[in-house]
T-cell receptor, first 117, second 114 residues
Framework: DTGVSQDPRHKITKRGQNVTFRCDPI?????LYWYRQTLGQGPEFLTY????????KSRLLSDRFSAERPKGSFSTLEIQRTEQGDSAMYLC???????????????FGQGTRLTVV | SQKIEQNSEALNIQEGKTATLTCNYT??????LQWYRQDPGRGPVFLLL?????KEKRKERLKVTFDTTLKQSLFHITASQPADSATYLC?????????????FGDGTTLTVKP
């Protein structure tokens, strides 16, 4: 296993188009997170999954955003009707977290850089 | 909501010196505090995690302290090298049901000059 993989690495799209990103976590990790990062800022939490269940969505995640993790393995993040303000780096991370919530380190992917023109 | 402040956007030091980065937070005390390194155009890389009941943790040239009274963590890199130049992010985690859902600071960019 080579770590968390994200695809594509870069995406340029026209305003109003839909885009979908994919994240493949480390295989034995049960938790998967999506973050968004803009230049000069730290990552902002968007949503996360425990296996296939989406446990929480940030208020940052408007109705145009949807995330899935259908079989508890890979995840997709879709943005519909993209806006210029959606331009950012979208980061995926995974971790192995116990039922008691004992955290272990999160491993991040390289991110997908989205540019909306 | 939790607010995190990391000291000055940029920190420049001479090779061989100790770099000290600060992370201050308001509101609740986190169950975990983590430090990450991020290089331009790449995802963050985990460095160290310290729990609320721990005061200090070390890993090779790295040392993290955690003072829940001051609501502050200090991150030290001793014998710094130009290869340590990067942005360092502090992240807070409430643990338990919220484990892994981290709140990040905006980072401090460290430049180590030869």
């Amino acid at each position: 296993d080579t770590g968390v993989s994200q695809d594509p690495r870069h995406k340029i799209t026209k305003r109003g188009q839909n885009v979908t990103f994919r994240c493949d976590p480390i295989s034995e990790h049960n938790r998967l997170y999506w973050y968004r990062q803009t230049l000069g800022q730290g990552p902002e939490f968007l949503t996360y999954f425990q296996n296939e269940a989406q446990l929480e969505k940030s208020r940052l995640l408007s109705d145009r955003f949807s995330a899935e993790r259908p079989k508890g393995s890979f995840s997709t993040l879709e943005i519909q009707r993209t806006e210029q303000g959606d331009s950012a780096m979208y980061l995926c991370a995974s971790s192995l977290t116990s039922l008691e919530g004992e955290n272990t380190e999160a491993f991040f992917g390289q991110g997908t850089r989205l540019t909306v023109v | 909501s939790q607010k995190i402040e990391q000291n000055s956007e940029a920190l420049n030091i001479q090779e061989g010196k100790t770099a000290t980065l600060t992370c201050n937070y308001t509101n609740y005390s986190p169950a975990y505090l983590q430090w990450y390194r991020q290089d331009p155009g790449r995802g963050p890389v985990f460095l160290l995690l310290i729990r609320e009941n721990e005061k200090e943790k070390r890993k090779e040239r790295l040392k993290v302290t955690f003072d829940t009274t001051l609501k502050q963590s200090l991150f030290h890199i001793t014998a710094s090298q130009p290869a340590d130049s990067a942005t360092y992010l502090c992240a807070l985690d409430r643990g338990r049901a919220n484990a892994g859902k981290s709140t990040f600071g905006d980072g401090t960019t460290l430049t180590v000059k030869p």
